[in-house]
């Protein structure tokens, strides 16, 4: 009973062999009764082979191996085992981990393993030794070309910071992400001489904050995702005074947020408040652009050089004018020849994480 069972299963491999069928023994397979229609070495029709010319079959697919589907390398991104950061293929898109859906709009917040917006969102840091720049460029979200133009125009290393009350910010992040760029997210603080001197809606004030009435900063926080963290516009007031920041840096650390203080108030205790509240922060070395001529704008960028030749790193910031955007994308080609590393302002501010 074996050998009729074995001598069955190898009866349809020995039929179809080619030297069964003496009418065709050049390796054409004749099958019967229809009417042929060749393409690549086999005949069909109504999708039915008919014949099949097996060395022509072979040379069509190799053709087409060669021709219609040349080889491309895979696209590939070398990571650390330990970092946390979205890959770039969906570092345009929310995760969900780190966000709380509120009235508001979609808010950050860490998740539930502790790990921090901060962490996830932040850009590369670099790997080469030597004097860092950090340049971040705010007001995005404000005009249209001065938008399009930081976004395409300056190298990925640059981190951009969006102004809560802009346009399109979600659009906006979206091809800010896609193009390798960390963001912040630039949220309007109470002025000296606030409410004459205005910053726009949803202003965060002392006030507020020593009421701990965080509704003007979550309607902020929730204009936009996919950042690391905040930083004032304006808020001279609101930062000099401790007891209202206090409350302020705690829900920034409580949702895994750095804190940036763009340099532009003397008076300033936020850093060392943030320090408190082991939040990841830093404050801006230099105002690059107050004066917008590209020769002032060139001299402040080699001032930020020989305070990272120093220090080791140094903070710039500026505005999405496109004198500022092109004459920053002028000098950073030039000053990487000088051995100066362009990186992400996440990678030079204090982080009491550590991660």
Do not use: C
Not at 122 to 128: K, V
Not at 273 to 301: C, F, K, N, Y
Not at 323 to 340: F, H, K, M, Q
């Amino acid at each position: 009973m074996a050998v009729i069972l074995i001598a069955l299963s190898l009866y349809p491999a020995w039929f179809d062999r080619i030297d069964r069928h003496p009418s065709d023994a050049s390796g054409t397979v004749e099958l019967a009764g229809i009417d042929q229609v060749a393409t690549g070495g086999i005949s069909s029709v109504r999708g039915t082979a008919k014949q099949i010319d097996i060395d022509a079959a072979l040379n069509e697919r190799a053709r087409r191996e060669t021709t219609e589907l040349p080889y491309q390398p895979a696209n590939m991104e070398v990571r650390d085992l330990g970092d946390m950061r979205q890959a770039i293929s969906v570092a345009h898109m929310p995760d969900d981990a780190f966000i709380e859906d509120s009235e508001y709009g979609l808010l950050p917040v860490r998740a539930v393993d502790g790990r921090r917006p901060f962490d996830v969102y932040r850009g590369a840091s670099p790997s080469r030794m030597g004097p860092r720049v950090a340049i971040v460029v705010g007001g995005l979200g404000i005009s249209q070309s001065g938008t399009l133009s930081a976004i395409r125009n300056l190298p990925s290393e640059v981190t951009l910071a969006f102004a809560a009350n802009g346009n399109s910010l979600a659009r906006w992040m979206q091809e800010a992400r896609r193009g390798g760029h960390e963001l912040l997210l630039q949220m309007p603080m109470e002025p000296v001489g606030y409410p004459t001197n205005d910053p726009g809606d949803n202003t965060v004030t002392s006030e507020q904050m020593n009421a701990e009435d965080f509704s003007s900063v979550l309607a902020s926080l929730g204009q936009m995702t996919n950042y690391v963290g905040v930083m004032n516009y304006l808020g001279g007031q609101l930062t000099s005074d401790a007891s209202a920041l206090h409350p302020f840096m705690s829900e920034l650390a409580r949702r895994g947020l750095m804190y940036l203080d763009d340099g532009s108030s003397a008076r300033s205790v936020a850093v060392d408040l943030a320090e408190t509240t082991s939040i990841p922060a830093g404050a801006a070395d230099l105002v690059l652009d107050d004066v917008q001529d590209a020769g002032e704008i060139s001299r402040r960028l080699d001032q930020l050089e020989q305070i990272a030749r120093t220090r080791g790193h140094a903070i710039g910031v500026a505005s999405a004018f496109e004198t500022t955007t092109s004459v920053i994308g002028s000098w950073i080609r030039e000053a990487e020849r000088r051995g100066i590393t362009v990186t992400p302002v996440s990678s030079v501010v204090r982080d009491p994480e550590g991660r």
